[in-house]
């Protein structure tokens, strides 16, 4: 080896190891120590009684009707924020690409809302859902519609979360979509425009596709997010009424750091991980993120 | 099908499939999702700005005698100071320390060609993906048994986690925008990496640094949940905001005065620093 090449190696290194022992530290070690309570009963208010329990855990969640329960307001939960989000956001992405008035404002305000510190936006939608103060009724009323209790009925409460989700996080699919419409090549749809399509052929034919990877980015990280979402859920409804909208992560939230039973929140929270990285592996190899540019 | 008569549209390029909606039409519709975005946060300020009664009353007031009361009153107590001092200790150490460790990970998965460097990325990113209750557990045993819980050292290990994948993966892209040539001509003139990454790439990246630095605060002043647990008195902006509305519940006006309060830097940095904010909220994807 030339000892221009030893020292390029030992750049690469040196540059890579403070965030490498950091993030092995910091995100490789905890993910052991959660595999490993995760089987035993380890209970923060009895810690000196501690004993390995094999995938009793596992076994324990697997069978309990709390876990499922979670894992279908979840899915639920994840599935019609990001549908919804993805429609908006293409929808809108797709008439601002046209708009030639005010486009700077729009995108500003379309910014707000994934900005913001969640828990203030929050709390003010808790204040707009209000039963019988809230802003919302009043604007149902005058629409002529019954008053709803926005957060107290199950499938409400879930309706709710999710169109509080999606004002937050359509912008996230719309800010993506128009960066890729940006970016797309026009001339295919200048010849097939020629040959007489119509707007929203040329949109679904071939916009649409060539929009694909993008959107593919777009959905990965906002599903993923969507299924790990806390503040929202916590501060609105905590998982109520009963338990109509506690997710997985809520559910990990009141085990583990409410009820202190580790070795159980431990488990559910690995499942989680299994499930985040088998969709990442899955969606974002293909989605060709990590072609690396590399130069020197 | 028909042929259409193309002298029909003679639109410009980048204004085609918007033809669906005449115009009039297509900007009511962009209005109206504007106005969606924005109506909580103009709920919230006019609300801070209310007197109890006006705040409460049964048919909600759009037109009231605005106030300046809920505010006084909020900064008396003296509360929001104490968040806020916490939120700029915690958020400043948070982006001090992830640039430090993030930005020369990034300059070399962004310049240079090593085995594994595809790896090494996509393990970053997916520190990103966790989701947070499978750190928040070990971290929370930790801290219990250590004595981190409420310190503003736990605190920002907790946040420096969180965030350095971010910083990582966004100066990576900041790095791959900017030519090589330069660090390729301090090469030819003897420069050793350390020289060409310290004295050539990390002037030229500033802007990036700075667009990182301000994000990575936003997400570290907007963090609740680790916050929440691994805290009880070191209280930031979103938890004290939380424990507030804990026994405040029907002082609607002083809860939405001390969120605007909460919420004045963030305003700040959308209106000033939009463009890097959208290229950091997407995580790179928009360039």
Redesign the interface.
Known sequence: MTSAAR??RR??LL??A???V??AG??I???L??VA?SLTDYN?TAPGETDFSGLGNYLALFSSAEFWNAARVTAVFTILAVTLQLV?GVG?A????????GVPL????????????????V??????FNP??G?LN?LVRLFGLPPQDWLGTPGMALASLIAVDT?QWA??IL??A???LAAID?EP?EAA??D?????R??FDH?LPMLFP?LA??IT?RA?DA??T??II??LTNGGPGIATRTL?LL??KQ??EFLA?GY??A???V??LV??VA?QTF??RAR???????? | ????A?AL?PLG?????????APWA??L???L??L???F??Y??VS?SLKRQVDA?????RFLFQPIADNYAQVLASGEVWGYFANSLIVATATTVVAL???V??A????????RG??D????????R??????????????Y?RTGLMDTYVGLT?AH??IN??IV?WLMKGFF?DLP?EL??AAFMDGA???QA?RQVALPVALPGIAAVAILCF?FS??E??FTL?LSEDIRT???G??TF?GYQQVR?GE??AS?VL??AP??A???VF?KQ??RG???G???
Not at chain 1, 94 to 101: F, G, Q, S, W, Y
């Open positions: 020292e390029r750049f690469i540059m890579l403070p965030a490498t950091l993030l910091l995100t070690v905890p993910f120590a959660s309570f923060l908006l809108i797709a008439l601002l690409h046209h708009e030639t008035r729009l995108r500003l305000v379309y910014l707000l809302p994934m900005a913001i510190t969640p828990v203030a936006a709390f003010t939608f808790r204040m707009m019988s103060l802003v009043y004002w912008p996230f800010l993506i128009a960066g890729g026009e749809l425009k020629m007489g399509a119509g707007p929203v040329l949109f916009t993008f980015v777009a990280f993923i299924f790990k806390f503040d916590f501060v992560n990990a939230y583990g750091i580790m929140a431990a559910l929270a690995i989680m991980l985040t990285i990442s974002l190899r993120l990590f072609k690396p540019k590399a130069q020197l | 099908m028909s042929v259409s193309p549209a390029p980048g204004r085609r499939f918007g033809r669906a909606l297509r900007r519709v962009l209005w999702f504007a969606w975005c924005l909580p946060l709920w919230l609300m409460v009353a049964r048919v909600p430090l460790i993030g020369p990970t300059y070399v998965l962004a310049r240079y060609r090593f460097n595809a090494y990325g996509f393990w970053i990113l997916s520190t993906m966790t989701p947070p209750v499978a750190m928040l557990i070990p971290f929370f045993v930790l219990v290990v420096v986690a350095l994948s990582v791959e090589g660090e390729e050793t990496p350390f990454f936003l002043w907007n609740f949940l647990v902006v979103p938890v905001l939380y509305v609607w809860l939405s969120s909460m919420l963030v305003l940095f959308v209106f939009q904010l959208v909220l997407t995580l994807a928009t360039k």
